[in-house]
């Protein structure tokens, strides 16, 4: 199965900075990377499908990048609302399979 | 509005099985793969597997294929996932979601707690 590896496994950061996540695949998967935010006692939400598109009503400080076996995802300007864990996960073979998750707190 | 309405939450006891549910309303399931997927407490996202409800056509992760079973009922617009012979370590938050690759639509997730 493709691992999904994301780094780093927590962050501090402050409000308005830029924020990089990194999703990297043991396989290439092509673009068939999303990206999913979680809150506590939330269900993920999609925020990013196809590795740079983004998802209806998604705020444009969201961006993804990647092909292959390397995947982005910035926040250009940390907001307070943005604090919560991120998924990657790739559908580029079966099985599915998610990332770690990056969890986002205040410094 | 597409939502996902997932059935309550559901307390098993070692060595039985339990059937979860999640209504769909505002689209056709047949359009569309059912997928569920887990978490366990504090942990991370886990992908179960997926169904096609226009055919019944299912796709398990391995370690899932012994242990879950994915249905679904176009009439009623529902999936279903029945979970077997449970364990303590099947303790988790079950969602289902929606969608052919990306999960654009979630279910609000379903805790099965596994106690004697």
């Known amino acids: 199965e493709t691992v999904m590896t994301q780094s780093p496994t927590s962050m501090s950061t402050s409000i308005g900075e830029r924020v990089t996540l990194n999703c990297k695949a043991s396989q290439s998967v092509g673009i068939n990377v999303d990206w999913y935010q979680q809150t506590p006692g939330q269900s993920p939400k999609l925020l990013i499908y196809?590795?740079?598109n983004r998802h209806t009503g998604v705020p444009d400080r969201f961006t993804g990048s990647g092909f292959g076996r390397d995947f982005t995802l910035t926040i250009s300007n940390m907001e307070a609302e943005d604090l919560a864990v991120y998924y990657c996960l790739q559908y580029g073979s079966i099985p599915y399979t998610f990332g770690a998750g990056t969890k986002l707190e205040l410094k | 509005e597409v939502q996902l309405q997932q059935s309550g939450a559901e307390l098993g006891k070692p060595g039985t099985s339990v059937k979860l549910s999640c209504k769909v309303s505002g689209y056709n399931i047949r359009n569309t793969y059912m997928h569920w997927v887990n978490q366990r407490p504090g942990k991370g996202l886990e992908w179960i597997g997926r169904?096609?409800?226009?055919?019944?056509?299912?796709i398990y992760a391995e370690k899932f294929k012994s242990k879950a079973t994915l249905t679904a009922d176009t009439s009623s617009n529902t999936a279903y996932m029945q979970l077997s012979q449970l364990k303590s370590d099947d303790t988790a938050i079950y969602f289902c979601?929606?969608?052919?690759?990306?999960?654009?639509?979630w279910g609000q997730g379903t805790l099965v707690t596994v106690s004697s």
């Open positions: 196809g590795a740079s």
């Open positions: 979601a929606m969608g052919v690759n990306w999960f654009a639509y």
């Open positions: 169904i096609d409800p226009a055919n019944g056509n299912t």
